[in-house]
Protein backbone atom coordinates (compact mmCIF):
# COMPACT_ATOMS: atom_id res chain seq x y z
CA UNK A 1 0.00 0.00 0.00
CA UNK A 2 1.12 2.98 -0.84
CA UNK A 3 1.17 6.40 1.42
CA UNK A 4 -1.50 8.58 0.91
CA UNK A 5 -1.65 11.59 2.95
CA UNK A 6 -5.48 11.61 5.15
CA UNK A 7 -4.72 15.24 6.40
CA UNK A 8 -4.73 18.03 6.62
CA UNK A 9 -8.21 18.43 4.43
CA UNK A 10 -7.91 20.42 1.27
CA UNK A 11 -9.94 23.31 1.46
CA UNK A 12 -8.89 24.52 -1.56
CA UNK A 13 -9.98 21.70 -3.69
CA UNK A 14 -13.44 22.13 -2.59
CA UNK A 15 -15.79 24.10 -4.86
CA UNK A 16 -17.50 27.12 -3.55
CA UNK A 17 -20.93 27.40 -5.31
CA UNK A 18 -24.22 28.86 -4.36
CA UNK A 19 -26.70 26.74 -2.06
CA UNK A 20 -29.18 26.70 -5.05
CA UNK A 21 -26.28 25.17 -7.50
CA UNK A 22 -25.35 22.31 -4.80
CA UNK A 23 -29.20 21.74 -4.35
CA UNK A 24 -29.30 20.97 -8.36
CA UNK A 25 -26.16 19.18 -8.56
CA UNK A 26 -26.54 16.76 -5.78
CA UNK A 27 -30.32 16.38 -7.12
CA UNK A 28 -28.29 15.31 -10.39
CA UNK A 29 -26.03 13.31 -8.45
CA UNK A 30 -28.35 11.15 -6.86
CA UNK A 31 -30.11 10.88 -9.83
CA UNK A 32 -27.23 9.70 -11.54
CA UNK A 33 -26.71 6.83 -8.90
CA UNK A 34 -30.60 5.76 -8.98
CA UNK A 35 -30.42 5.52 -12.47
CA UNK A 36 -27.16 3.35 -12.79
CA UNK A 37 -28.92 0.86 -10.88
CA UNK A 38 -31.59 0.81 -12.83
CA UNK A 39 -29.58 0.14 -15.96
CA UNK A 40 -27.41 -2.31 -13.84
CA UNK A 41 -30.28 -4.78 -12.91
CA UNK A 42 -33.07 -4.26 -16.22
CA UNK A 43 -34.71 -6.97 -14.55
CA UNK A 44 -36.35 -4.19 -11.97
CA UNK A 45 -37.74 -2.59 -15.13
CA UNK A 46 -38.54 -5.93 -16.48
CA UNK A 47 -40.99 -6.59 -13.43
CA UNK A 48 -42.55 -3.46 -13.29
CA UNK A 49 -43.65 -3.88 -16.82
CA UNK A 50 -45.23 -7.80 -16.39
CA UNK A 51 -48.28 -6.37 -14.56
CA UNK A 52 -49.30 -3.72 -16.71
CA UNK A 53 -48.36 -5.84 -19.62
CA UNK A 54 -50.74 -8.51 -18.31
CA UNK A 55 -53.97 -6.10 -17.14
CA UNK A 56 -53.46 -4.86 -21.28
CA UNK A 57 -53.75 -8.36 -22.83
CA UNK A 58 -56.79 -9.76 -20.00
CA UNK A 59 -58.86 -6.72 -20.68
CA UNK A 60 -57.91 -6.07 -24.32
CA UNK A 61 -58.57 -9.94 -24.98
CA UNK A 62 -60.07 -11.20 -22.18
CA UNK A 63 -62.67 -9.20 -20.30
CA UNK A 64 -63.05 -6.56 -23.22
CA UNK A 65 -65.38 -8.17 -24.77
CA UNK A 66 -67.96 -7.77 -21.90
CA UNK A 67 -67.57 -4.41 -21.36
CA UNK A 68 -69.35 -1.64 -22.80
CA UNK A 69 -68.12 1.86 -22.99
CA UNK A 70 -70.33 3.35 -26.05
CA UNK A 71 -69.11 6.15 -27.82
CA UNK A 72 -67.29 5.90 -31.32
CA UNK A 73 -63.76 4.52 -30.19
CA UNK A 74 -63.10 0.75 -29.54
CA UNK A 75 -62.74 -0.39 -25.98
CA UNK A 76 -58.41 -0.68 -26.24
CA UNK A 77 -58.75 3.00 -26.89
CA UNK A 78 -60.44 3.93 -23.29
CA UNK A 79 -58.38 1.24 -21.78
CA UNK A 80 -54.65 2.29 -22.38
CA UNK A 81 -54.42 5.73 -20.49
CA UNK A 82 -56.20 3.42 -17.42
CA UNK A 83 -53.25 0.96 -17.82
CA UNK A 84 -50.76 4.01 -17.96
CA UNK A 85 -52.25 5.42 -14.22
CA UNK A 86 -51.84 1.65 -13.39
CA UNK A 87 -48.23 1.80 -14.59
CA UNK A 88 -47.52 4.76 -12.88
CA UNK A 89 -49.03 4.20 -10.03
CA UNK A 90 -47.70 0.73 -9.25
CA UNK A 91 -44.21 2.24 -10.30
CA UNK A 92 -44.71 5.25 -7.79
CA UNK A 93 -43.85 2.15 -5.38
CA UNK A 94 -40.63 1.58 -6.19
CA UNK A 95 -39.43 4.80 -4.78
CA UNK A 96 -40.47 4.04 -1.38
CA UNK A 97 -38.63 0.50 -2.03
CA UNK A 98 -35.42 2.13 -3.09
CA UNK A 99 -35.33 4.70 0.68
CA UNK A 100 -36.07 1.58 2.43
CA UNK A 101 -33.52 -0.20 1.09
CA UNK A 102 -31.50 2.77 1.28
CA UNK A 103 -31.75 3.41 4.74
CA UNK A 104 -31.89 0.06 5.64
CA UNK A 105 -27.89 -0.45 4.25
CA UNK A 106 -27.01 2.70 6.12
CA UNK A 107 -26.49 5.00 3.01
CA UNK A 108 -29.16 7.77 4.18
CA UNK A 109 -26.64 7.80 7.11
CA UNK A 110 -23.88 8.24 5.27
CA UNK A 111 -25.87 11.04 3.29
CA UNK A 112 -26.73 12.91 6.12
CA UNK A 113 -22.94 12.58 7.23
CA UNK A 114 -22.33 14.24 3.55
CA UNK A 115 -21.85 18.00 3.27
CA UNK A 116 -24.33 17.73 0.66
CA UNK A 117 -27.82 19.30 0.12
CA UNK A 118 -30.71 18.13 2.14
CA UNK A 119 -33.32 17.86 0.09
CA UNK A 120 -31.01 16.03 -2.73
CA UNK A 121 -31.26 12.65 -1.61
CA UNK A 122 -34.94 13.09 -1.95
CA UNK A 123 -35.31 15.01 -5.13
CA UNK A 124 -32.41 13.03 -7.02
CA UNK A 125 -34.53 9.42 -6.46
CA UNK A 126 -37.92 10.67 -7.45
CA UNK A 127 -35.97 12.62 -10.51
CA UNK A 128 -34.80 9.40 -11.28
CA UNK A 129 -37.77 7.25 -10.91
CA UNK A 130 -39.82 10.24 -12.94
CA UNK A 131 -37.18 9.22 -15.88
CA UNK A 132 -37.44 5.67 -15.57
CA UNK A 133 -41.17 6.39 -16.09
CA UNK A 134 -40.68 8.05 -18.79
CA UNK A 135 -38.89 5.22 -20.38
CA UNK A 136 -41.87 2.94 -19.06
CA UNK A 137 -44.63 4.56 -20.82
CA UNK A 138 -42.99 4.70 -24.23
CA UNK A 139 -43.20 1.51 -23.87
CA UNK A 140 -46.32 0.72 -22.92
CA UNK A 141 -47.47 3.02 -25.62
CA UNK A 142 -46.00 0.91 -27.75
CA UNK A 143 -47.33 -2.01 -26.73
CA UNK A 144 -50.50 -0.54 -26.91
CA UNK A 145 -50.08 0.40 -30.54
CA UNK A 146 -49.33 -3.23 -31.19
CA UNK A 147 -52.85 -4.80 -29.60
CA UNK A 148 -54.94 -2.03 -31.52
CA UNK A 149 -54.33 1.06 -29.51
CA UNK A 150 -54.59 4.47 -31.23
CA UNK A 151 -54.26 8.18 -30.62
CA UNK A 152 -56.78 10.31 -31.98
CA UNK A 153 -55.44 14.03 -31.43
CA UNK A 154 -52.34 13.76 -32.86
CA UNK A 155 -48.47 13.74 -31.71
CA UNK A 156 -48.89 16.55 -29.88
CA UNK A 157 -52.03 14.88 -27.76
CA UNK A 158 -49.67 11.90 -26.92
CA UNK A 159 -47.13 14.09 -25.49
CA UNK A 160 -49.53 15.81 -23.86
CA UNK A 161 -51.53 12.96 -22.40
CA UNK A 162 -48.29 11.22 -21.43
CA UNK A 163 -47.01 13.93 -19.48
CA UNK A 164 -49.84 14.82 -17.32
CA UNK A 165 -49.56 11.32 -16.51
CA UNK A 166 -45.64 11.49 -15.69
CA UNK A 167 -46.81 14.71 -13.92
CA UNK A 168 -49.22 12.48 -11.94
CA UNK A 169 -46.88 9.35 -10.54
CA UNK A 170 -44.08 11.80 -9.76
CA UNK A 171 -46.68 13.69 -7.20
CA UNK A 172 -47.49 10.14 -6.07
CA UNK A 173 -43.44 8.89 -5.87
CA UNK A 174 -43.63 11.73 -2.80
CA UNK A 175 -46.36 9.75 -1.20
CA UNK A 176 -44.62 6.60 -1.18
CA UNK A 177 -41.02 8.09 -0.27
CA UNK A 178 -42.55 9.02 3.45
CA UNK A 179 -43.67 5.70 3.63
CA UNK A 180 -40.22 4.10 2.41
CA UNK A 181 -38.78 6.47 5.38
CA UNK A 182 -40.76 5.48 7.73
CA UNK A 183 -40.48 1.47 7.43
CA UNK A 184 -38.15 -0.76 8.34
CA UNK A 185 -37.44 -2.51 4.84
CA UNK A 186 -38.43 -3.13 1.72
CA UNK A 187 -40.77 -5.75 2.08
CA UNK A 188 -42.49 -3.46 4.60
CA UNK A 189 -42.53 -0.70 2.42
CA UNK A 190 -44.16 -2.50 -0.72
CA UNK A 191 -46.65 -4.39 1.69
CA UNK A 192 -47.83 -1.01 3.35
CA UNK A 193 -48.03 0.99 -0.45
CA UNK A 194 -50.34 -1.83 -1.94
CA UNK A 195 -53.44 -1.40 0.48
CA UNK A 196 -53.26 2.46 -0.49
CA UNK A 197 -53.02 2.51 -4.36
CA UNK A 198 -55.22 -0.91 -4.95
CA UNK A 199 -58.92 1.15 -4.43
CA UNK A 200 -57.25 3.80 -6.23
CA UNK A 201 -56.31 2.49 -9.15
CA UNK A 202 -59.59 -0.40 -9.27
CA UNK A 203 -62.63 2.37 -8.05
CA UNK A 204 -61.69 4.34 -10.78
CA UNK A 205 -62.14 4.82 -14.35
CA UNK A 206 -58.92 2.85 -15.78
CA UNK A 207 -60.62 -0.13 -16.71
CA UNK A 208 -64.46 0.29 -16.46
CA UNK A 209 -67.36 3.44 -16.82
CA UNK A 210 -67.65 4.83 -13.55
CA UNK A 211 -71.20 4.47 -14.11
CA UNK A 212 -71.48 0.90 -14.06
CA UNK A 213 -70.47 1.29 -10.39
CA UNK A 214 -73.17 0.87 -7.48
CA UNK A 215 -74.22 4.41 -6.72
CA UNK A 216 -72.24 5.24 -3.29
CA UNK A 217 -68.77 4.14 -5.10
CA UNK A 218 -69.39 6.87 -8.28
CA UNK A 219 -68.57 9.76 -5.78
CA UNK A 220 -65.51 8.63 -5.01
CA UNK A 221 -64.46 6.53 -8.38
CA UNK A 222 -65.29 9.89 -10.29
CA UNK A 223 -63.53 12.56 -8.17
CA UNK A 224 -60.03 10.64 -6.97
CA UNK A 225 -56.83 11.39 -8.30
CA UNK A 226 -56.59 8.52 -10.47
CA UNK A 227 -59.73 8.71 -12.33
CA UNK A 228 -59.11 12.20 -12.80
CA UNK A 229 -55.71 11.68 -14.22
CA UNK A 230 -56.64 8.75 -16.55
CA UNK A 231 -59.92 11.09 -17.20
CA UNK A 232 -57.07 13.97 -18.66
CA UNK A 233 -54.93 11.60 -20.18
CA UNK A 234 -58.25 10.34 -22.00
CA UNK A 235 -59.19 14.07 -22.99
CA UNK A 236 -55.93 14.89 -24.50
CA UNK A 237 -54.77 11.08 -26.28
CA UNK A 238 -58.65 10.49 -27.35
CA UNK A 239 -60.07 13.95 -27.42
CA UNK A 240 -63.99 13.56 -29.28
CA UNK A 241 -66.31 12.62 -26.89
CA UNK A 242 -63.89 12.55 -23.73
CA UNK A 243 -62.50 15.97 -24.64
CA UNK A 244 -62.89 17.61 -21.06
CA UNK A 245 -60.33 20.71 -20.49
CA UNK A 246 -61.33 20.80 -17.05
CA UNK A 247 -60.06 17.63 -16.31
CA UNK A 248 -56.83 18.45 -17.38
CA UNK A 249 -57.05 21.44 -15.19
CA UNK A 250 -58.37 19.30 -12.21
CA UNK A 251 -55.59 16.53 -12.20
CA UNK A 252 -52.69 19.35 -12.76
CA UNK A 253 -53.79 20.98 -9.63
CA UNK A 254 -53.90 17.46 -7.71
CA UNK A 255 -50.58 16.67 -8.90
CA UNK A 256 -49.82 19.96 -7.62
CA UNK A 257 -51.34 20.24 -4.43
CA UNK A 258 -50.33 16.38 -3.94
CA UNK A 259 -46.61 17.18 -4.12
CA UNK A 260 -47.05 20.92 -2.38
CA UNK A 261 -48.62 18.69 0.77
CA UNK A 262 -46.40 15.49 0.51
CA UNK A 263 -43.00 16.70 -0.58
CA UNK A 264 -42.34 19.13 2.39
CA UNK A 265 -43.59 16.18 4.93
CA UNK A 266 -41.35 13.86 2.92
CA UNK A 267 -38.13 16.07 3.72
CA UNK A 268 -39.37 16.69 7.62
CA UNK A 269 -39.29 12.76 7.31
CA UNK A 270 -36.05 12.02 5.98
CA UNK A 271 -34.46 14.54 8.67
CA UNK A 272 -35.99 12.48 11.23
CA UNK A 273 -35.32 8.91 9.91
CA UNK A 274 -31.62 7.79 11.19
CA UNK B 1 -6.00 23.34 19.14
CA UNK B 2 -6.05 20.67 21.56
CA UNK B 3 -8.88 18.94 21.42
CA UNK B 4 -10.30 17.70 18.07
CA UNK B 5 -13.94 17.05 19.87
CA UNK B 6 -14.71 17.81 23.23
CA UNK B 7 -18.24 16.45 24.19
CA UNK B 8 -19.91 18.10 27.96
CA UNK B 9 -23.28 16.63 29.68
CA UNK B 10 -24.34 15.21 26.38
CA UNK B 11 -27.75 14.00 26.29
CA UNK B 12 -29.60 12.05 24.00
CA UNK B 13 -33.44 10.87 24.80
CA UNK B 14 -35.67 8.98 22.35
CA UNK B 15 -38.89 9.89 24.16
CA UNK B 16 -39.09 8.42 27.54
CA UNK B 17 -35.70 6.16 26.99
CA UNK B 18 -32.18 7.99 27.44
CA UNK B 19 -29.68 6.84 25.36
CA UNK B 20 -27.22 9.13 26.98
CA UNK B 21 -26.80 10.88 30.05
CA UNK B 22 -24.35 13.42 30.57
CA UNK B 23 -21.29 11.74 28.95
CA UNK B 24 -18.33 13.97 29.14
CA UNK B 25 -14.78 13.00 27.52
CA UNK B 26 -12.94 14.67 25.14
CA UNK B 27 -10.42 14.04 22.27
CA UNK B 28 -6.93 16.00 21.95
CA UNK B 29 -6.18 16.24 18.15
CA UNK B 30 -4.29 13.64 16.94
CA UNK B 31 -5.20 11.40 18.98
CA UNK B 32 -7.55 7.39 19.06
CA UNK B 33 -10.27 7.80 21.65
CA UNK B 34 -12.14 3.84 21.89
CA UNK B 35 -15.42 4.20 22.60
CA UNK B 36 -15.88 1.11 24.53
CA UNK B 37 -19.40 -0.51 25.01
CA UNK B 38 -21.65 -3.41 24.76
CA UNK B 39 -24.55 -3.36 22.90
CA UNK B 40 -26.97 -0.95 23.67
CA UNK B 41 -24.58 1.32 25.80
CA UNK B 42 -24.95 4.38 23.61
CA UNK B 43 -21.86 4.57 22.07
CA UNK B 44 -23.50 4.70 18.30
CA UNK B 45 -25.47 7.30 19.26
CA UNK B 46 -22.83 9.07 20.59
CA UNK B 47 -21.59 8.94 16.93
CA UNK B 48 -24.62 9.48 15.42
CA UNK B 49 -25.16 12.83 17.41
CA UNK B 50 -20.92 14.19 16.59
CA UNK B 51 -21.60 13.08 13.16
CA UNK B 52 -24.62 15.13 13.04
CA UNK B 53 -27.19 12.60 11.89
CA UNK B 54 -29.01 13.17 15.17
CA UNK B 55 -29.64 15.67 17.09
CA UNK B 56 -29.06 16.15 21.02
CA UNK B 57 -31.39 16.57 23.58
CA UNK B 58 -28.52 18.40 26.25
CA UNK B 59 -25.29 19.42 26.84
CA UNK B 60 -22.60 20.15 24.53
CA UNK B 61 -20.99 18.58 21.43
CA UNK B 62 -18.11 20.17 19.89
CA UNK B 63 -15.99 18.67 16.93
CA UNK B 64 -12.73 21.03 15.95
CA UNK B 65 -14.64 23.42 17.77
CA UNK B 66 -17.85 23.69 15.88
CA UNK B 67 -20.87 23.42 17.22
CA UNK B 68 -22.68 20.28 15.96
CA UNK B 69 -25.44 21.52 16.88
CA UNK B 70 -25.30 24.70 15.28
CA UNK B 71 -23.65 24.34 12.30
CA UNK B 72 -23.59 20.73 11.32
CA UNK B 73 -22.85 21.54 7.50
CA UNK B 74 -19.67 22.85 8.97
CA UNK B 75 -19.40 19.78 10.72
CA UNK B 76 -20.11 17.69 7.93
CA UNK B 77 -16.97 19.22 5.77
CA UNK B 78 -14.42 17.89 8.08
CA UNK B 79 -15.34 14.76 9.17
CA UNK B 80 -15.76 11.29 7.96
CA UNK B 81 -17.76 8.34 9.06
CA UNK B 82 -17.55 4.77 8.59
CA UNK B 83 -20.64 3.07 9.83
CA UNK B 84 -21.60 -0.13 11.63
CA UNK B 85 -22.27 -2.16 8.11
CA UNK B 86 -20.19 -1.21 5.13
CA UNK B 87 -22.75 1.95 3.44
CA UNK B 88 -21.56 1.19 -0.07
CA UNK B 89 -24.00 1.25 -3.08
CA UNK B 90 -24.06 -2.57 -4.34
CA UNK B 91 -24.81 -1.94 -7.18
CA UNK B 92 -22.20 0.57 -8.30
CA UNK B 93 -18.48 -0.09 -8.79
CA UNK B 94 -15.89 0.26 -6.19
CA UNK B 95 -14.91 3.11 -8.23
CA UNK B 96 -17.97 4.96 -8.51
CA UNK B 97 -18.71 4.73 -4.91
CA UNK B 98 -16.09 7.11 -4.22
CA UNK B 99 -17.07 9.11 -6.91
CA UNK B 100 -20.51 9.47 -5.49
CA UNK B 101 -18.99 10.37 -1.94
CA UNK B 102 -16.68 12.51 -3.37
CA UNK B 103 -19.39 14.68 -5.59
CA UNK B 104 -21.56 14.83 -2.82
CA UNK B 105 -18.67 16.18 -1.19
CA UNK B 106 -18.39 19.24 -3.31
CA UNK B 107 -14.97 18.39 -4.22
CA UNK B 108 -13.55 19.09 -7.76
CA UNK B 109 -13.58 16.50 -10.37
CA UNK B 110 -9.85 16.56 -11.29
CA UNK B 111 -8.92 16.15 -7.44
CA UNK B 112 -11.42 13.79 -6.87
CA UNK B 113 -9.67 11.57 -9.69
CA UNK B 114 -6.72 11.99 -8.48
CA UNK B 115 -7.87 11.38 -5.38
CA UNK B 116 -9.72 8.12 -5.32
CA UNK B 117 -7.10 6.33 -7.41
CA UNK B 118 -4.89 7.13 -4.42
CA UNK B 119 -7.61 5.35 -2.22
CA UNK B 120 -8.42 2.08 -4.40
CA UNK B 121 -4.58 1.29 -4.49
CA UNK B 122 -3.86 2.21 -0.92
CA UNK B 123 -6.96 -0.25 0.03
CA UNK B 124 -5.96 -2.88 -2.62
CA UNK B 125 -9.09 -2.52 -4.44
CA UNK B 126 -7.58 -1.09 -7.52
CA UNK B 127 -8.26 -4.51 -9.17
CA UNK B 128 -11.83 -4.75 -8.32
CA UNK B 129 -12.92 -1.02 -8.76
CA UNK B 130 -14.80 -1.73 -12.03
CA UNK B 131 -16.78 -4.06 -10.51
CA UNK B 132 -20.09 -3.68 -8.40
CA UNK B 133 -19.83 -4.08 -5.24
CA UNK B 134 -22.04 -6.78 -5.01
CA UNK B 135 -18.91 -9.37 -5.64
CA UNK B 136 -17.03 -7.77 -2.78
CA UNK B 137 -16.02 -9.56 -0.33
CA UNK B 138 -17.27 -8.68 3.56
CA UNK B 139 -13.79 -7.11 4.19
CA UNK B 140 -13.72 -5.57 0.63
CA UNK B 141 -16.60 -3.74 1.35
CA UNK B 142 -15.62 -2.42 4.98
CA UNK B 143 -12.02 -1.24 3.04
CA UNK B 144 -14.04 0.89 0.61
CA UNK B 145 -16.49 1.93 2.86
CA UNK B 146 -13.54 3.24 5.02
CA UNK B 147 -11.87 4.59 1.96
CA UNK B 148 -14.78 6.60 1.50
CA UNK B 149 -15.01 8.33 4.44
CA UNK B 150 -11.72 9.40 3.77
CA UNK B 151 -12.50 11.06 0.09
CA UNK B 152 -12.76 14.49 1.02
CA UNK B 153 -9.63 14.14 3.41
CA UNK B 154 -11.80 14.43 6.74
CA UNK B 155 -9.24 15.87 10.07
CA UNK B 156 -11.83 14.22 12.08
CA UNK B 157 -12.54 10.27 11.79
CA UNK B 158 -15.29 8.67 13.84
CA UNK B 159 -15.75 4.67 12.78
CA UNK B 160 -18.28 2.50 14.53
CA UNK B 161 -17.34 -0.64 15.31
CA UNK B 162 -15.11 -0.55 12.01
CA UNK B 163 -14.27 -4.63 12.53
CA UNK B 164 -17.84 -6.74 13.77
CA UNK B 165 -18.48 -8.82 11.82
CA UNK B 166 -15.54 -9.29 9.88
CA UNK B 167 -12.99 -12.39 10.22
CA UNK B 168 -9.68 -12.82 12.27
CA UNK B 169 -7.54 -11.83 9.06
CA UNK B 170 -9.55 -8.80 7.81
CA UNK B 171 -9.61 -7.62 11.40
CA UNK B 172 -5.66 -6.91 11.06
CA UNK B 173 -6.03 -5.85 7.82
CA UNK B 174 -8.12 -3.22 8.88
CA UNK B 175 -6.26 -2.60 12.29
CA UNK B 176 -2.81 -1.78 10.16
CA UNK B 177 -4.90 1.00 8.11
CA UNK B 178 -6.43 2.95 10.63
CA UNK B 179 -2.51 2.65 12.46
CA UNK B 180 -1.63 3.70 9.38
CA UNK B 181 -4.50 6.74 9.18
CA UNK B 182 -3.74 7.85 12.70
CA UNK B 183 0.35 7.78 12.06
CA UNK B 184 -0.45 10.25 9.71
CA UNK B 185 -1.94 12.58 12.12
CA UNK B 186 -5.64 11.90 11.43
CA UNK B 187 -7.47 12.13 14.95
CA UNK B 188 -9.76 9.26 14.85
CA UNK B 189 -13.01 8.23 17.45
CA UNK B 190 -13.46 4.61 17.42
CA UNK B 191 -16.00 2.36 19.01
CA UNK B 192 -16.17 -0.97 19.64
CA UNK B 193 -17.00 -4.15 22.04
CA UNK B 194 -13.48 -5.34 21.79
CA UNK B 195 -11.00 -3.96 24.41
CA UNK B 196 -8.56 -6.01 22.76
CA UNK B 197 -9.57 -3.61 19.36
CA UNK B 198 -9.65 -0.84 22.03
CA UNK B 199 -6.20 -1.78 23.79
CA UNK B 200 -4.57 -2.13 19.78
CA UNK B 201 -5.58 1.07 18.80
CA UNK B 202 -6.81 3.70 21.16
CA UNK B 203 -4.75 6.28 23.03
CA UNK B 204 -7.56 6.80 25.35
CA UNK B 205 -10.04 4.67 26.54
CA UNK B 206 -13.80 6.15 27.47
CA UNK B 207 -16.27 2.87 29.00
CA UNK B 208 -19.57 3.43 28.59
CA UNK B 209 -22.57 1.39 30.27
CA UNK B 210 -26.45 2.57 30.28
CA UNK B 211 -25.35 6.26 28.55
CA UNK B 212 -22.86 6.79 31.61
CA UNK B 213 -19.52 6.99 31.19
CA UNK B 214 -18.04 4.70 34.05
CA UNK B 215 -14.35 4.59 33.34
CA UNK B 216 -11.93 6.61 31.22
CA UNK B 217 -7.99 5.79 30.72
CA UNK B 218 -5.47 4.51 29.18
CA UNK B 219 -5.38 0.83 28.35
CA UNK B 220 -2.69 0.30 30.95
CA UNK B 221 -4.77 2.45 33.22
CA UNK B 222 -8.00 0.30 33.01
CA UNK B 223 -6.09 -2.67 33.08
CA UNK B 224 -4.55 -1.96 36.21
CA UNK B 225 -7.91 -1.25 37.68
CA UNK B 226 -8.60 -4.53 36.48
CA UNK B 227 -5.63 -6.95 37.41
CA UNK B 228 -4.44 -7.20 34.14
CA UNK B 229 -3.60 -10.98 33.95
CA UNK B 230 -6.16 -13.37 35.39
CA UNK B 231 -4.49 -16.75 36.11
CA UNK B 232 -7.18 -20.07 37.15
CA UNK B 233 -5.83 -22.80 38.87
CA UNK B 234 -8.12 -25.52 39.30
CA UNK B 235 -7.60 -28.06 41.83
CA UNK B 236 -8.70 -31.65 43.21
CA UNK B 237 -10.80 -30.78 46.15
CA UNK B 238 -12.11 -27.77 48.34
CA UNK B 239 -9.93 -28.56 50.58
CA UNK B 240 -6.76 -28.68 47.99
CA UNK B 241 -7.83 -25.39 46.51
CA UNK B 242 -8.69 -23.43 50.31
CA UNK B 243 -4.48 -24.40 50.69
CA UNK B 244 -3.43 -23.35 47.31
CA UNK B 245 -5.58 -19.62 47.83
CA UNK B 246 -3.23 -19.26 51.06
CA UNK B 247 -0.44 -19.94 48.97
CA UNK B 248 -0.98 -17.99 45.92
CA UNK B 249 -3.07 -14.63 47.84
CA UNK B 250 1.20 -13.73 47.94
CA UNK B 251 1.01 -12.80 44.40
CA UNK B 252 -2.43 -10.88 43.96
CA UNK B 253 -6.13 -10.22 45.01
CA UNK B 254 -7.52 -13.96 44.69
CA UNK B 255 -10.75 -16.18 45.27
CA UNK B 256 -12.00 -19.49 45.52
CA UNK B 257 -15.02 -19.56 42.89
CA UNK B 258 -18.00 -20.78 43.33
CA UNK B 259 -17.53 -24.49 41.85
CA UNK B 260 -14.71 -24.34 45.79
CA UNK B 261 -12.58 -26.34 43.21
CA UNK B 262 -11.04 -23.32 41.08
CA UNK B 263 -8.97 -20.42 42.61
CA UNK B 264 -8.94 -17.47 40.50
CA UNK B 265 -5.92 -14.54 40.51
CA UNK B 266 -5.58 -11.52 39.42
CA UNK B 267 -2.53 -10.25 38.91
CA UNK B 268 -0.84 -6.99 36.89
CA UNK B 269 2.95 -8.91 36.46
CA UNK B 270 1.55 -10.34 33.07
CA UNK B 271 2.19 -13.83 31.65
CA UNK B 272 5.50 -14.15 34.34
CA UNK B 273 2.64 -14.39 37.14
CA UNK B 274 3.03 -18.23 35.77
CA UNK B 275 6.15 -18.60 36.77
CA UNK B 276 5.70 -17.75 40.34
CA UNK B 277 2.48 -19.65 40.50
CA UNK B 278 4.21 -22.63 40.12
CA UNK B 279 7.06 -22.05 42.24
CA UNK B 280 4.43 -21.02 45.23
CA UNK B 281 2.97 -24.10 44.70
CA UNK B 282 5.42 -26.75 43.99
CA UNK B 283 7.37 -24.99 47.24
CA UNK B 284 4.19 -26.59 49.03
CA UNK B 285 3.86 -29.55 46.98
CA UNK B 286 0.54 -28.76 45.97
CA UNK B 287 -0.51 -30.11 42.43
CA UNK B 288 -3.07 -27.97 40.34
CA UNK B 289 -5.14 -30.55 37.94
CA UNK B 290 -5.49 -27.48 35.78
CA UNK B 291 -3.67 -23.90 35.06
CA UNK B 292 -5.08 -21.64 32.82
CA UNK B 293 -3.94 -18.02 31.92
CA UNK B 294 -6.03 -15.50 30.27
CA UNK B 295 -6.39 -11.82 30.18
CA UNK B 296 -9.12 -9.83 30.65
CA UNK B 297 -12.29 -9.91 28.73
CA UNK B 298 -14.81 -6.69 28.01
CA UNK B 299 -16.71 -9.63 30.92
CA UNK B 300 -14.25 -8.57 33.38
CA UNK B 301 -14.13 -4.79 32.75
CA UNK B 302 -17.94 -5.31 32.98
CA UNK B 303 -18.26 -7.12 35.72
CA UNK B 304 -15.63 -5.44 37.73
CA UNK B 305 -16.68 -1.65 36.50
CA UNK B 306 -20.70 -2.55 36.96
CA UNK B 307 -21.48 -5.68 38.32
CA UNK B 308 -22.85 -7.05 35.38
CA UNK B 309 -21.79 -9.08 32.44
CA UNK B 310 -21.45 -6.79 28.84
CA UNK B 311 -23.50 -9.21 26.90
CA UNK B 312 -26.72 -8.72 29.29
CA UNK B 313 -29.31 -7.73 26.64
CA UNK B 314 -30.95 -4.30 26.61
CA UNK B 315 -33.89 -4.61 24.25
CA UNK B 316 -35.07 -1.07 25.12
CA UNK B 317 -31.98 0.65 24.24
CA UNK B 318 -30.75 -1.92 21.11
CA UNK B 319 -34.07 -1.62 19.69
CA UNK B 320 -33.86 2.28 19.32
CA UNK B 321 -29.86 2.04 17.97
CA UNK B 322 -31.16 -0.97 15.30
CA UNK B 323 -34.04 0.88 14.36
CA UNK B 324 -34.42 0.75 10.70
CA UNK B 325 -31.18 -1.34 10.26
CA UNK B 326 -30.29 -4.81 9.52
CA UNK B 327 -30.24 -7.36 12.16
CA UNK B 328 -27.01 -8.54 12.71
CA UNK B 329 -26.11 -12.44 13.03
CA UNK B 330 -24.16 -13.28 16.39
CA UNK B 331 -20.86 -12.96 15.87
Known sequence: ?274 | MDNAIVVEGLEKRFGSVVALDGVSFSVPTGSVLGLLGPNGAGKTTAVRVLTTILKRTGGRAEVLGIDVGTNPQGVRERIGLAGQYAAVDENLTGHENLWLVGKLSHLDPKTLRVRNNELLERFDLTDAAARPVRTYSGGMRRRLDLAAALVHRPEVLFLDEPTTGLDPQGRTDLWRVIQELVAEGATVLLTTQYLEEADHLADNIVVIDHGHVIAEGTSTQLKNRLGATIVEVGFCDPATAERGRGVLAALGESAVEPDGQTVELKSLDGARVAIDVVRALDGEQIEPVSLVLREPTLDDVFLSLTGHTAEEPEPEEEAIEGRGRRTRGAA
Open chain 1, 1 to 274: MTATAITPAVASHRLKRSPLYWAISDTKTVAWRNLVTIRRLPQLLVFSLIQPVIFVLMFRYVFGGAIHIGGPFPYVDYLMPGVFAQTVAFGAIQTGIGLAEDLHKGLIERFRSLPMARSAVLSGRTLADLTRNVFVMCLMVAIGYLVGFRVHTGFIGLIAGMAVMLFFGFSLTWIFAIIGLSVTNAETAQAASFPILAPLVFASSAFVVVGTMPGWLQGFAKYQPVSVAIDASRSLMLGGPYSSPGKVVASLCYSVGIIAVFAPLAVMRYRKAA
